[in-house]
T-cell receptor, first 111, second 115 residues
Framework: SQQGEEDPQALSIQEGENATMNCSYK?????LQWYRQNSGRGLVHLIL?????REKHSGRLRVTLDTSKKSSSLLITASRAADTASYFC???????????FGQGTTLQVKP | GAGVSQTPSNKVTEKGKYVELRCDPI?????LYWYRQSLGQGPEFLIY????????DSGLPNDRFFAVRPEGSVSTLKIQRTERGDSAVYLC?????????????FGEGSRLTVL
């Protein structure tokens, strides 16, 4: 079963704009991770944020976590056409790597 | 190899047939995971191994699905009496497993089509 819901399901922006994706989940977690997927095949890990962290940065990525609201957001700044992909949040309740994924947000960045 | 390797990349079979999907994890990674992804959905957890043993197989949908990792490296996902509903991309991932959790490294997946 899916743990999380992602919003929006699809997002289309112009190159250079910022993209924000949101994720909500249902149960307590140890950590939350964001992954990117091109062409429906392998996933690539973007960033991990632990339950005692509120914000994390990696390059053009900024992730926030609000455990009281059971939600997270991923911000991609200054988007590029190469950022076009599906983005998934995934929660890890027990710090085992057993991840529960959301439905994903499909991002299209127009050049 | 440098990454997680999965074979075959594509498999077409007929309903009722037996299928094996292979995963070769990153060398030295002790934890190995199988996920299944249907079109338009996020991956769903099937099973994970810590070393040779299945630490959690709660995601396997029924007893037609079985996975092994006999030497703590390569893993095989086995599906008996395949059904059309088994059609999906089967993803394998590995991680260092030290201390639990952390980043998962995914393979490109095996796309299974059951006719």
């Amino acid at each position: 079963s899916q743990q999380g819901e992602e919003d929006p399901q699809a997002l289309s922006i112009q190159e250079g704009e910022n993209a924000t994706m949101n994720c909500s989940y249902k149960t307590s977690i140890n950590n939350l991770q964001w992954y990117r997927q091109n062409s429906g095949r392998g996933l690539v890990h973007l960033i991990l944020i632990r339950s005692n962290e509120r914000e994390k940065h990696s390059g053009r990525l900024r992730v926030t976590l609000d455990t009281s609201k059971k939600s997270s957001s991923l911000l991609i700044t200054a988007s590029r056409a190469a950022d076009t992909a599906s983005y998934f949040c995934a929660t890890d309740r027990s710090n085992t790597g057993k991840l529960i994924f959301g439905q994903g947000t499909t991002l299209q960045v127009k050049p | 190899g440098a990454g997680v390797s999965q074979t075959p990349s594509n498999k077409v079979t007929e309903k009722g047939k037996y299928v094996e999907l292979r995963c070769d994890p990153i060398s030295g990674h002790t934890a190995l995971y199988w996920y299944r992804q249907s079109l338009g959905q996020g991956p769903e957890f099937l099973i994970y191994f810590q070393g040779t043993g299945a630490a959690d197989d709660s995601g396997l949908p029924n007893d037609r699905f079985f996975a092994v990792r006999p030497e703590g490296s390569v893993s095989t996902l086995k599906i008996q009496r395949t059904e059309r509903g088994d059609s999906a991309v089967y993803l394998c991932a590995s991680s260092t497993g030290t201390g639990g959790g952390g980043e998962l490294f995914f393979g490109e997946g095996s796309r299974l089509t059951v006719l």
